[in-house]
């Protein structure tokens, strides 16, 4: 019987960093999770470089996008969650309103708008959103 590993033993818990950082919901708290994101960016490329350069501008981007739309859409606080998957990164932004996102129609003559979610499903492997009495978490599964 073959007893060679099924996984990267690279790939460890001890060698995967997770982070979670919680937030006020203030509108300067977007700036404050895309930091975040990138800290944990950052401590990731250090043990595993991106496969490419845009998957560290994407993840950057979706983690703006979840937490501007935590603070326009959900009172109060939310939490960013972000950790290593074996082949890219889990973010999950948990917020106080237990509404799922659902997409809408772009219409420039309103100011703007509308390209958010649309924009998340475009460059996210995999989205869920996962709702309580309490809230919901949205989950993003990138490459990296």
């Known amino acids: 019987m073959a007893t060679e590993p099924r996984w990267d033993e690279t790939l460890t818990s001890e060698a995967i960093p997770s982070r979670t ?3 006020a919901g203030e509108p300067q708290c977007v700036t404050g999770a895309r930091l975040a994101a990138e800290e944990f960016l950052g401590d990731l490329a250090d043990r595993v470089p991106p496969a490419s350069a845009e998957h560290w501008d994407d993840i950057l981007l979706i983690v703006t996008e ?48 509308g390209v958010g979610w649309h924009l998340v499903h475009a460059l996210c492997d995999q989205v869920s959103v996962v709702t309580d009495d309490r809230g919901k978490d949205v989950h993003a599964f990138l490459p990296w």
């Open 66 to 113: 979840l937490a501007a739309n935590a603070v326009q859409y959900a009172p109060g606080p939310f939490a960013l969650r972000l950790r290593r998957t074996f082949d890219g990164v889990h973010v999950t932004l948990r917020d106080t309103n237990p509404t799922p996102p659902a997409p809408r129609s772009f219409d420039p003559r309103s100011g703007g708008g």
């Open 21 to 23: 950082t919680r937030f």
